[in-house]
């Protein structure tokens, strides 16, 4: 449906501007204008074109004729993520690509609705993003108008708010970030994704993250494994730290996840084994069992990962559901934690 019908003259002009000695010129000028289009991407100050002549105009022969701002945005996000996959494997960033088939699994593994306001602390290329804005996005399509109605809203304005205030991503890596962010206005959605640390709150402009006061109420993640957060300010905020000295990032990031959900959202995320069998990480148990009821773990294949640089690594994904606003209002002022976990009983939560 969208092959080529008209030729296009981007690659006779190009090949006018080398021959004119100005091909440079004209890429810069050219992405300037891009930057312009997607500020919270592109940064014309600090990024550049990191492509030579000869490719660009072998990438523009190829694209010569398609109308691309004519294909569906689903369409170009199915190309741009088949392009992530290949290239992040084995590339150094692999790390930040979590399997499809892994993605698939847990977003279908939580509730996702019209309400659903998604957060994942550790984004990478954008995965959860993107399946979860896709399954928010159609809850949305297959909803009557009667509905938006009676929000005083139309179905286009819901979307634009889905896109807007629902979902929202954080990495570190600048690559990553950048990659998410694209990924993300591939697929038609917003650009909520910035670089920071996941576990801190603020961005890397020292902004607040928006997200602390989004109402998240599903967290979808795939957090850095065995690595120790260095910044003291940083771990500081966390009580994993402050009574147990615990400095591992995949269990700070789920003290961040289970005290950022709101009362009653759900969180899945992968982790690997030893969090919830060691004894040294029985603390971050006991976190959870505080926060959350556990409604399930699934272990991984150990080769689930191999396409990131990791051989065989045992990991789970953990599935739970935050409790509910009345009782952490009951245990506010309780300390001890057999106290807590009555509480739960005379509840009937645990």
């Not at 290329?125 to 399509?141: D, E, M, P, R, V």
């Not at 006061?213 to 500081?236: Q, S, T, W």
């Not at 730290?241 to 591992?248: E, G, P, S, T, W």
Request: charged share 30%.
């Amino acid at each position: 449906k969208w092959r080529r019908e008209v030729k296009s003259h981007q690659s006779t002009q190009f090949r006018q501007e080398i021959q004119n000695e100005s091909a440079a010129g004209y890429i810069e000028e050219r992405f300037k204008d891009t930057c312009k289009a997607y500020p919270k991407i592109f940064d014309a100050k600090t990024d550049k074109i990191g492509l030579s002549i000869d490719a660009i105009e072998k990438i523009l022969e190829l694209l010569d004729g398609y109308r691309i701002n004519e294909i569906p945005m689903d369409v170009k996000g199915i190309a741009y993520e088949i392009f992530l996959s290949s290239t992040f494997r084995g590339k150094g960033l692999g790390q930040f690509f979590t399997p499809r088939p892994v993605v698939d699994f847990m977003v279908n593994l939580v509730d996702i609705n019209l309400r659903t306001v998604l957060l994942d602390p550790a984004c990478g290329t954008g995965g959860f993003l993107i399946k979860a804005y896709q399954k928010i996005k159609q809850s949305a399509i297959e909803t009557p108008d009667d509905v938006f109605k009676s929000w005083n809203k139309t179905r286009k304005d819901y979307l634009k708010e889905i896109k807007d205030n629902h979902v929202f991503g954080v990495d570190a890596e600048p690559r990553a970030t950048q990659t998410a962010k694209m990924n993300m206005i591939m697929w038609g959605d917003g650009e909520n994704v910035v670089r920071g640390n996941g576990l801190d709150e603020q961005d890397l402009l020292k902004t607040r993250y928006a997200f602390l006061d989004a109402g998240v109420n599903l967290i979808l993640a795939n957090p850095p494994f065995g690595n120790n957060e260095e910044d003291e300010d940083v771990r500081n905020k966390y009580d994993l730290f402050a009574v147990h000295n615990m400095k591992k990032t995949e269990c700070l990031f789920i003290e961040r996840a289970l005290k950022t959900l709101e009362p009653n959202g759900e969180m899945a995320i992968v982790i690997p084994d030893g969090v919830l069998v060691c004894s040294n990480t029985s603390c971050v148990r006991r976190l959870i069992r505080k926060y959350a009821r556990i409604m399930a773990v699934t272990s991984l294949p150990k080769h689930t990962f191999a396409p990131s640089g990791v051989p065989t690594i045992s990991t789970s994904v953990l599935f739970v559901k935050k409790f509910p606003a009345d009782y952490f209002e009951r245990i506010k002022d309780v300390k001890r934690e057999e106290d807590i976990f009555d509480i739960q009983n005379q509840m009937g939560l645990s």
